[in-house]
């Protein structure tokens, strides 16, 4: 089946939702962390009650569910396309100004409010392979927010698509949005027995023809320094400077192992986010990933003895180390189900893609999701550059994801 003279509709409704602000606040206990995520949402309810999907809903915790009913009186596992609405704070997604580079040329493309931006080929190495395709980027001062509107809007023309098309035979299929994936909460209220699929997909990945289904193991980690203060005045074999012990533990880690910035492909790292410091207290986050989940306790173990060894420098001095599981390696939870990747690789064939499968040196919703009871690997949206103002993404990748989520739900039928 071909969806070739299909108008498709995720260009246009991505160019609508990116303008939207939905940034996520890392420092807010709500849930969602930024009411204006719903702002998106509230629109997504709409768009799919005006397609026929009478179920659509939006909950107070900043989820949509909605459902497109089956099609086949098959008994056919229920599965979930999933994308996340919210966006990074590491750059601003207030007042995006998307912009469509039609029949791109392989010139450097140029920011209208940023003139001293250039996206080109040879620092972005994918963008040669879209030579031809139409690529959207932002204006130059913000980021673009395909990570991930390009998912959500992905997921939507689908939703259209399928409710125009009757005919095409498939089971039961669930849609889930939700909030603050990117500040890794992104399932920490979605109601699995609400949601009631057995497998899933998140539409969250890179570039065309990518199928992952492994991701890092997660886990966040907090090293609190305690010094002792006094008067500096007389300060002479009282006071501990926190600050100091803090300082010589971070510069006891290695700079050229370990980190982000010196690691690639399977390899693991501990990575320090947040630092703050005082006299009396210093407090450093991490986050910690690796691939082989049992590497996280090696980590932090390697991570409590600097912190150790920086005490015993300054005697005097304390630390409390705090560990946390953030989440689990999908994979894990994936090769108990081989024919949901496997329906994935036929429906990538079935859109003319060989599919390559890769690791994410990252997360999704889906590998929690996975341990939640869905098992839920990542497919292509054509988002790269994310998270910073050179973001951008192919229409024709969008296009592509479309007709490939619309095979796996002909797959799944069969």
């Given at each position: 089946?071909?969806?070739?003279?299909?108008?498709?509709?995720?260009?246009e409704?991505?160019?609508?939702?990116?303008?939207i602000?939905?940034?996520?606040?890392?420092?807010?206990?709500?849930?969602?962390?930024?009411?204006?995520?719903?702002?998106?949402?509230k629109?997504?309810v709409?768009?799919?009650?005006?397609m026929?999907?009478?179920?659509?809903?939006?909950?107070?915790?900043?989820?949509?569910y909605?459902t497109?009913?089956a099609t086949?009186?098959?008994?056919?596992?229920?599965i979930?396309?999933?994308?996340h609405?919210?966006?990074?704070?590491?750059?601003?997604g207030?007042?995006?100004k998307p912009?469509?580079?039609?029949?791109?040329?392989?010139?450097p493309i140029?920011?209208a409010?940023?003139p001293?931006?250039f996206?080109?080929?040879e620092?972005?190495?994918?963008?040669?392979?879209?030579?031809?395709d139409?690529?959207?980027?932002?204006?130059?001062?913000?980021?673009?927010?395909?990570?991930d509107?390009?998912?959500v809007?992905?997921?939507?023309?689908f939703?259209?698509?399928m409710?125009?098309?009757?005919?095409?035979?498939?089971?039961?299929?669930?849609?889930?949005?939700?909030?603050?994936?990117?500040?890794?909460?992104?399932?920490n209220?979605?109601?699995?027995n609400?949601?009631?699929?057995?497998?899933?997909?998140?539409?969250?990945?890179?570039?065309?023809?990518?199928?992952e289904?492994?991701?890092?193991?997660?886990?966040?980690?907090t090293?609190?320094?305690?010094?002792?203060?006094?008067?500096?005045?007389?300060a002479?074999?009282?006071?501990?400077?926190?600050?100091?012990?803090?300082?010589?533990?971070?510069?006891?880690?290695?700079?050229d192992?370990?980190c982000?910035?010196?690691t690639?492909?399977?390899?693991?790292f501990?990575h320090?986010?947040?630092?703050?410091?005082?006299?009396?207290?210093?407090t450093?986050?991490?986050?910690?990933?690796?691939?082989?989940t049992?590497?996280?306790?090696?980590?932090?173990a390697?991570?409590?003895?600097?912190?150790?060894?920086?005490?015993?420098?300054?005697?005097g001095?304390?630390?409390?180390?705090?560990?946390?599981?953030?989440?689990?390696?999908m994979?894990?939870?994936l090769?108990?189900?081989?024919?949901?990747?496997s329906?994935?690789?036929e429906a990538?064939?079935?859109?003319g893609?060989?599919?390559?499968i890769?690791?994410?040196r990252?997360?999704t919703?889906?590998?929690?999701?996975?341990?939640m009871?869905?098992?839920c690997?990542?497919?292509?949206?054509?988002?790269?550059?994310?998270?910073?103002?050179?973001?951008?993404?192919?229409?024709?990748d969008?296009?592509?994801?479309?007709?490939?989520?619309?095979?796996?739900?002909?797959?799944?039928?069969?």
């Open positions: 089946m071909s969806i070739s003279n299909y108008l498709h509709t995720a260009a409704r991505f160019m609508r939702y990116v303008q602000d939905t940034e996520a606040d890392p420092n807010s206990d709500t849930q969602p962390s930024s009411m204006k995520q719903k702002d998106l949402s629109i997504l709409e768009e799919l009650l005006a026929g999907i009478s179920d659509a809903e939006l909950d107070e915790y900043g989820y949509v909605a497109i009913p086949s009186n098959k008994d056919i596992p229920t979930c396309f999933c994308s609405v919210d966006t990074a704070p590491d750059v601003t207030a007042n995006v912009v469509l580079h039609k029949n791109f040329d392989g010139s140029g920011y409010d940023a001293d931006l996206l080109t080929i620092d972005h190495t994918y963008l040669k392979e879209r030579i031809g139409d690529i959207i980027t932002a204006s130059g001062k913000t980021l673009l927010g395909a990570d509107k390009a998912g809007a992905i997921i939507m023309d939703a259209n698509y409710m125009q098309h009757p005919e095409i035979e498939h089971g039961k299929i669930r849609l889930l949005f939700t909030p603050d994936e990117e500040i890794g909460r992104g399932v209220k979605v109601d699995m609400k949601l009631g699929a057995q497998f899933g997909y998140t539409l969250d990945g890179g570039p065309r023809g990518v199928l289904g492994e991701s890092f193991s997660a886990d966040g980690a090293i609190v320094f305690d010094g002792i203060s006094a008067h500096p005045g007389y002479k074999d009282k006071m501990v400077s926190a600050i100091k012990v803090a300082s010589y533990f971070m510069n006891s880690l290695p700079k192992t370990w982000p910035e010196s690639a492909g399977m390899e693991g501990v320090a986010v947040h630092f703050e410091a005082a006299v009396e207290k210093a450093i986050q991490f986050i910690v990933r690796d691939f082989e049992a590497k996280l306790a090696e980590h932090e390697q991570l409590e003895a600097l912190a150790k060894a920086a005490t015993e420098a300054f005697p001095s304390q630390y409390t180390a705090v560990f946390k599981e953030q989440y689990r390696n994979k894990e939870m090769d108990q189900y081989p024919f949901v990747m329906n994935a690789e990538y064939r079935r859109a893609m060989t599919p390559v890769e690791s994410i990252g997360g919703d889906g590998s929690r999701l996975s341990f009871g869905m098992p690997p990542n497919i292509f949206t054509g988002e790269m550059a994310i998270h910073s103002r050179r973001e951008y993404v192919s229409v024709q969008m296009e592509k994801a479309v007709e490939t989520i619309v095979h796996l739900a002909q797959v799944w039928a069969e």
